[in-house]
Each structure stands twice: as structure tokens, then as C-alpha cells.
């Protein structure tokens, strides 16, 4: 859509959000009755979590729904939930269960971090300074990247992906708390390498990139979740605008303005009619492909955070633009009802095949675990004055 199209739709009130905030607190609350100590599947089966162990990569998103509902409610029945929580990411760090990942910080940043940034829990802090060591032993020093999956000396799993960025605040934040500047400098360091090859001259977005094991050196961008390997994953390109808002953060290295400026603007431009993107931005109106309403959560969440930093009327096109999309998400993809669904947010999308990727189909029009936090994240963020668990 146009500039003037988007600028036309309207911004949630402050009614509606008063609205949305209460349906969303609603849906946790029933959520929580149906898992009161346990964690939930990545993806909702028509509308409906099933139980899991906590050895994905989204169990920290329940917990941080969790901490979001008690920030709205200070209502203790959220925080003893989610501080249950905690001890299970000990465990988790302890053992390591399924931690051959990068995927620590979106573990370890809503769950522990919080918890910690909320109550003071020291426990839980240091829980959080375990994984943020554990996700240091992924960067490789030739090609100044943290590995995304797998074991590290396999030369096939040597790339890293534009997800990524979310980890990083885990270790910006370990450092700032510890007092050791190795964690940011690492993080610094991938996300120099990351933006200097995933982002395309039109500004779009590569999901992974490749590097040769032997020098250290860019080989090749491919997908493992977006249609192919040219195309732009919408969520891909949303973990890019928050991602390097956060780094932004942290930085404040100036060049990352510019660089969120063009990965959202992309973001924008490719939106349909209704802001809801579709999975993938080679769609658009008129395509029977299925949306990602997560896309649109996590994009929104990275502008309010961006906005902060921005000179008046920079700040105020970004609030407004996360205000337009969080509207659209509330009136078309908020779940209302618990006899419905126990997510928050429907219509997104974990994995479509093409032929052109490697994934499955999995998650299809479905509510997931990060769609959820990170809808509620910006539905918090609305509201104002809010402290980031990243
Ligand atoms: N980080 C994995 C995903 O966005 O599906």
C-alpha cells in the first residue's frame, strides 16, 4: 500500500486499547486456568494450545505473557505462574536441554529477565547470565557471527539468520549487569556482520545467510522459512525492524537509524489493505495465501521501541504506524472469546512449504506463542512507559 493509503487508516483510541488490553488479560486468564505450571505448543491446533515440556524455542513466551498480564493487573495469580516458570529455565540452562541454539534470548529474556527486572529475583538473574553464557559459546571468532542451530563444528550448519537480532539483548543486558563487556561486544559484532549481508539494495530481506567455514567470509543468502531464497519473509523482515531497534538500543550506532528506517519502510509499503501481512511479502491483496498476523505484533513492538530515539516527527509516524497496526490486529485478529480459542492472536503462520524452502506445513492459521507475547508486548507498549525485558 501506499504512503497515503497507510497514513489514511486510522490509529487505535485509547478506548479501543483500554478494550483490547481487557480481552487480552481476559484470554490469559482463562489461558492460565488450562495451564497453570506448564508450558504450551509453539502453535495452537485449530484455536487450542496443547501442553509441552519446556525444550522449544517459545516456551519463554507463555511466561512473558505472563509477566505482561501481572504488569496490567499486579495480580499475583500471573507472577507466582510465571516465577514457577523460572525454575524450570534453571533446569533447562543446568541440563542443557535443547540449548544447541541460538534461540537463548527469546528463552531467557522474557522469562528470566523479567522476572528479574520485576521483582528483583537474583536466582532468576542468574539464570539468565548462565544462557546468555551459554549463546557467547555460539559466536565464532573468523566469521563475527553467532551460529543459529545446530552443533557448532558441523561445517553444513555455519550461518547465521536475521532472527537472531532478538537474542542479542540478552547479552547487551548480561553485560551491563555483570560488569564484562565481552557479551555486548559479541552481540555488537553479530549484528555488524548480520545487517552487512542480510539486507538487500531494495531494503527486503534475506531469512539466513551462509559463510565458508574455512575464511570466515559471506558465501550465500537463502530461506529456510520464506517462500525462497529472493523473497522476504514478512516475519523475517519484522524480526529485522525490532531487531535493529534493540541494537539500536544498545549502541546507539547512528548508521542502525537509517537501516531501520528502510527495513520498515519495506515492512510498510508491502502491507495490504488491511495491514495484516501476508506470510510472505511476495504475496499480497488479492492471494489465497495465508496471513502472519505475528509479523505485524513483532513490527509494531520494534517501532514503539525505535520511536523513543527518533526526533519528533520520526517518533510520531512510528507510534502511529505500531497504533495502525495494533488496531488492525485487535479488530481482525484478536481472539475475544476463551470458549473460542485460548491464544490472543489468530491467523499466523510458523512454517509453509514451498518449493523453494525447507520447511513443512505447520502452524497454518493458527495462534502461536511469540504472535501472543508480542501482540500483548504491543498492546503494553500503547499503553506507555514501559521498561523492556529485552
Ligand atoms: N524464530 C523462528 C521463527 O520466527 O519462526
Known amino acids: 500500500m501506499t504512503r497515503e493509503e497507510f497514513l489514511r487508516f486510522p490509529v487505535m483510541t485509547k478506548q479501543e486499547l483500554a478494550e ?13 486456568q488450562r495451564f497453570p505450571e506448564t508450558f504450551k505448543h509453539i502453535f495452537s491446533t485449530s484455536g487450542f494450545y496443547t501442553e509441552a515440556p519446556n525444550n522449544q524455542w517459545t516456551n519463554g513466551f507463555w511466561t512473558g505473557q505472563l509477566w505482561l498480564a501481572y504488569e496490567f493487573t ?27 541454539t541460538h534461540d537463548l534470548g527469546f528463552l531467557y529474556s522474557p522469562s528470566c529477565v523479567a522476572a528479574y527486572k520485576l521483582t528483583g529475583d537474583i536466582r532468576a538473574k542468574e539464570t539468565a547470565v548462565m544462557a546468555a553464557n551459554a549463546l557467547l559459546e555460539r559466536f565464532h571468532e573468523k566469521g563475527q557471527f553467532i551460529q543459529a542451530w545446530g552443533r557448532l563444528d ?12 532478538l537474542n542479542l539483548p540478552l547479552l547487551y543486558w548480561a553485560s551491563e549487569e555483570t560488569g564484562d563487556p565481552t557479551y555486548a561486544q559479541k552481540a555488537a559484532a553479530h549484528v555488524r556482520t548480520a545487517l552487512s549481508v542480510l539486507i538487500r539494495p531494495d531494503h527486503s530481506t534475506y531469512h539466513t545467510f551462509y559463510f565458508d567455514p574455512a575464511t570466515g567470509n559471506p558465501l550465500r543468502g537463502v530461506t529456510h522459512q520464506g517462500y525462497s531464497a529472493d523473497s522476504a519473509w514478512s516475519r523475517g523482515q519484522a524480526w529485522g525492524v525490532y531487531g535493529i531497534a534493540l541494537s539500536y538500543r544498545y549502541t546507539k550506532n547512528p548508521a542502525y537509524i537509517d537501516l531501520f528506517e528502510k527495513v520498515s519502510g519495506y515492512f510498510l509499503s508491502h502491507l495490504p489493505q488491511d495491514l495484516i501481512p501476508y506470510w510472505d511479502f511476495i ?20 517501532m514503539m521501541e525505535m520511536a523513543q530515539f527518533l526526533p519528533p516527527a520520526k517518533s510520531s509516524f512510528y507510534l502511529e504506524s ?20 485460548d491464544g490472543l492472536l489468530l491467523h499466523g503462520v510458523y512454517g509453509r512449504k514451498t518449493p523453494y524452502n525447507d520447511c513443512i506445513d505447520h502452524g497454518i492459521d493458527e495462534c502461536n506463542l511469540w504472535g501472543d507475547y508480542f501482540y500483548m508486548e504491543g498492546l503494553r507498549r500503547l499503553y506507555g512507559d514501559w521498561n523492556p525485558y529485552w
Open 20 to 32: 483490547a488490553v481487557q480481552t487480552a488479560i481476559g484470554q490469559t486468564r482463562a489461558s492460565l
Open 74 to 100: 499486579g495480580d499475583p495469580a500471573f507472577s507466582r505462574a510465571a516465577m514457577l516458570h523460572t525454575e524450570s529455565f534453571r533446569h533447562r540452562i543446568e541440563d542443557r536441554i535443547q540449548t544447541d
Open 154 to 165: 558441523e561445517p553444513g550448519n555455519y550461518r547465521l539468520i536475521i532472527d537472531c537480532l
Open 283 to 302: 504475496f499480497s491483496d488479492g492471494s489465497n495465501e495465508p496471513r502472519d498476523s505475528s509479523a505485524a505484533a513483532v513490527a509494531a513492538c520494534g
Open 322 to 341: 505500531a497504533g495502525r497496526l495494533i488496531k488492525s490486529l485487535y479488530e481482525l485478529c484478536g481472539a475475544k472469546d476463551p470458549e473460542a480459542s
